[in-house]
């Protein structure tokens, strides 16, 4: 896969990843971003510390979402990210994204994704 980064200021949500258990930071995702839709073991950098994340790149079908967006769960980190810049780097793609029939379905494939993705460093 060709690196891929995505950098852009952390923007309020629908707040779902953290009812779900995941917290995530939104970025909106520019035209210009080739990478295909879907989940990715992920790095991200905030205020030069750089933290394993996952991320979802697309347009969140199981909750109706529409704009393309990049939502990043960073592992380890705490704290508020809103209105600061955050960069994503996209190391490995490892599932489409897809539409789930409830929330239920969606929380525990993103555990999933997870314990995969953590097996990965």
Avoid: C
Avoid at 69 to 97: P, Q, S
């Amino acid at each position: 896969m060709e690196k891929v980064i995505i950098e852009g200021v952390v923007e309020h949500g629908r707040r779902l990843g953290r009812e779900l258990g995941f917290p995530t930071a939104n970025v909106a995702v520019p035209d210009s971003v080739a990478a295909e839709d879907g989940v990715y073991r992920s790095r991200a950098e905030v205020d030069g510390a750089v933290y394993d994340a996952m991320s979802n790149l697309g347009r969140n079908p199981s909750v109706g979402g529409t704009a393309r967006r990049l939502e990043t769960h960073i592992f380890g980190f705490r704290g508020a990210l809103y209105g600061r810049m955050l960069r994503v780097e996209l190391l490995e793609k490892i599932r489409d994204e897809r539409r789930f029939d409830t929330l239920e379905e969606l929380r525990a494939q993103i555990e999933k994704d997870k314990e995969y993705i953590l097996k990965l460093k």
